[in-house]
């Protein structure tokens, strides 16, 4: 294994890492001029994120928990139909 193993779920993390930061900021500035306060467009980015997380963070831990053999696509799908 050794320090390839270390790194083997670093890519999932940083491709869900950044999708997830970017709705976070999207949905919060895109809130504030509407809703007037940052307090409560704080609470509703936080609450519609989480709704975009999840799903991103089951992705990337099936991903990284893959063992013997390369991630792909295909082997998360096959292990998302057997479970």
Request: glycine share 10%.
């Amino acid at each position: 294994e050794g320090v390839r193993a270390l790194f083997q779920g670093i890519y999932p993390r940083l491709l869900t890492y950044s999708a997830v930061k970017m709705s976070l900021f999207a949905i919060y500035e895109g809130c504030r001029p509407l809703i007037g306060s940052a307090a409560a467009a704080g609470f509703l980015a936080g609450a519609v994120n989480s709704c975009v997380s999840c799903p991103a963070d089951l992705i990337k831990s099936q991903l990284q928990v893959q063992v013997g053999g390369e991630c792909s696509p295909r082997r998360f799908l096959s292990s998302l139909v057997e479970e």
